[in-house]
């Protein structure tokens, strides 16, 4: 258990969904789903292209070495499991933690390269650069990635998710951060006491910064 905070996170059950902290086996797992799940957001079209099955295969090997990072001692990896089985992930790095040290960059580089290519990596690194960018400077808790089963959208999964790492959060009176590259996302966000802060455009994409306040 890397991160202190996980002491917060246990298991809840809501509506037939179990809202838990994922174990270190089910890493792959969830890396599969995210890649499943946002393999169609327009900053990932635009990064890695316009074949389905290579952004979904490339964004699971990143999001595997990511999540393995974020579990281990940057934060916590949420899972959604309906009757045992992982339907949604989400994941939360700690105040002070949500930015890739030189040696976790250094570190992340090669995998990236192997799963995206030179042009997919150097796209998602000037993705990277401009949220560090709008990062606040001020304590925070970061959300992020999250992602539900592409068929099981809209029936209130995303939701536990949120409220569970909203419930961690205020645990803490922490404020947190987000940033999405949909409009429609946007609203849901707002639901879950996010406001939009600032917006910029990268790699072409229009992106939206949000920021909840404690117990918001």
Known sequence: MGFATKRNAGSRKI????IREILPSEVDLAAALL???MRDTPLHIASLGNDSAFREQALEGVFRAFLSLESATKGLVLGAFRNGILV???GMMGPGRC???LPEKIAMLPKMLWNCGLRGTGKLNSLFRN??????VHSHWHLGPVGVERELRGRGIGSQLLREFSRIVDDE?????LETDQETNVSFYQEHGFEVVAKDTVNGVPNWFMKRSSGA
Not at 131 to 136: F, G, T, Y
Not at 173 to 177: C, D, G, L, M, V
Request: hydrophobic share 30%; aromatic share 8%; charged share 20%.
């Open 131 to 136: 949220w560090s960018k709008h990062d606040p």
């Open 88 to 90: 949604g992930a989400c």
């Open 35 to 37: 890649g499943r799940a």
């Open 15 to 18: 509506e037939g969904i179990e």
């Open 173 to 177: 009176h922490a404020s947190s951060w």
């Open 99 to 101: 930015q890739l040290t």
